[in-house]
């Protein structure tokens, strides 16, 4: 029998359980796959880029044997989308500005604090 696709999409966070070979998805019920904002809505620099795959690991490391079930890989997509606030919240991610839709969805740009 072959292996199942299972999905979760958010906004910014895309997980499945598959691996890309030749650029293409193939369904693997032992890995999950992360898509990290596939619309371009913010700027990545690598460090901040790096915090979100590292956190995706811990994330599934807490998983370890257990399977990648619909409801596991929905409530790690939610994390990580938690996860993108609070780091856009702590100025460590942008908004680009040249998105091809500004809806601001994970909240409005925080303007630098004056003394």
């Known amino acids: 029998m072959a292996d199942t ?3 979760s999409t958010t906004r910014h ?3 499945f359980t598959a691996r890309v070979e030749n650029g293409q998805l193939v369904a693997d019920a032992g890995q999950l796959t ?3 904002d596939p619309d371009n809505e913010f700027l990545w620099d690598p460090a901040t880029l790096t915090k ?9 490391n807490a998983q370890a044997g257990a399977d990648l079930t ?7 997509g939610s994390e990580l989308e938690g996860f993108l606030r ?6 460590e991610l942008r908004y680009n500005p040249d998105a091809r839709v500004l809806n601001y ?3 409005l740009p925080q303007a630098p604090q004056s003394a």
């Not at 619909?70 to 790690?76: E, G, M, S, V």
């Open 86 to 91: 609070e780091l856009l919240q702590a100025g």
């Open 34 to 36: 992360l898509d990290v």
């Open 70 to 76: 619909d409801y596991t890989i929905r409530r790690i």
């Open 5 to 7: 696709l299972i999905k």
């Open 52 to 60: 979100v795959q590292e956190r995706f690991r811990e994330l599934v």
């Open 13 to 15: 966070i895309r997980l």
């Open 105 to 107: 969805s994970m909240g």
